[in-house]
């Protein structure tokens, strides 16, 4: 098991950029593979980026590659996004999630952390 908690939301000119942290506790972190969710209001949860057990890999959605780059530091049990050229669309609570393999899929994602809101103002 895996307690997740996000930070590093706020409000961002759009055009800006912001990066979310996302703290693991334990010390099995690197037997999880990490992503990235968000859901804007009225919207179903989304899929932005994911990455493997040791960040070898990682995948995006359409609507974020190129812009959103997710990495991992095991020693420090810490996932992040950067987030760059954010546009209003982005506007969205995000969440870390965990899952024991390598996916995209939000079903196969076990373990949440809170979320925290990202605004992106025109």
């Known amino acids: 098991q895996v307690q997740l908690v996000e930070s590093g939301g706020g409000l961002v000119q759009a055009g800006g950029s912001l990066r979310l942290s996302c703290a693991a506790s334990?010390?099995?972190?690197?037997?999880?593979?990490m992503g990235w969710f968000r859901q804007a209001p009225g919207k179903e949860r989304e899929f932005v980026a994911a990455i493997s057990r040791s960040g070898g890999n990682t995948y995006y959605a359409d609507s974020v590659k190129g812009r959103f780059t997710i990495s991992r530091d095991n020693a420090k049990n810490m996932v992040y996004v950067q987030m760059n050229s954010l546009k209003p669309e982005d506007t969205a609570v995000y969440y870390c999630a965990a899952a024991g393999f390598f996916t995209i899929l939000r079903y196969e994602y076990n373990y949440w952390g809170q979320g925290t809101q990202v605004t992106v103002s025109s």
């Open positions: 334990g010390r099995t972190f690197s037997r999880y593979a």
